[in-house]
């Protein structure tokens, strides 16, 4: 039985407002708190997506990436210099 896509809604909603009070009080740059709130949201967004696909076939139009997809996008920003400006 999934769960019902309102409620994950709701958990996310509640990741992004954690997540906000976390980056707004941090201490430091490397405070331990925005860095369990970044992956809160990211684990409440995956569970509202796959609630949402369950209960009705749709998907949002955001992706979740994680340090492999970051290397991936590096490579095409390189390739991008090599790109000519079209006249």
């Known amino acids: 039985?999934?769960?019902?896509p309102r409620v994950a809604l709701?958990?996310?909603v509640s990741a992004f407002?954690?997540?906000l009070a976390a980056a707004t009080g941090k201490r430091d740059d490397d405070d331990p708190a925005v860095e369990a709130a970044f992956?809160?949201?990211a684990d409440a967004f995956e569970a509202y997506e796959d609630a949402l696909y369950a209960a009705t076939g749709e998907f949002t139009?955001?992706?979740v990436y994680d340090d492999d997809d970051d290397?991936?996008?590096d490579d095409a920003l390189e390739d991008e210099d090599d790109l000519e400006p079209i006249d």
């Open 39 to 41: 992956f809160s949201v």
């Open 1 to 4: 039985m999934s769960i019902d």
């Open 10 to 12: 709701e958990a996310l």
């Open 71 to 73: 290397d991936d996008s």
């Open 61 to 63: 139009p955001l992706d």
């Open 17 to 19: 407002q954690e997540h």
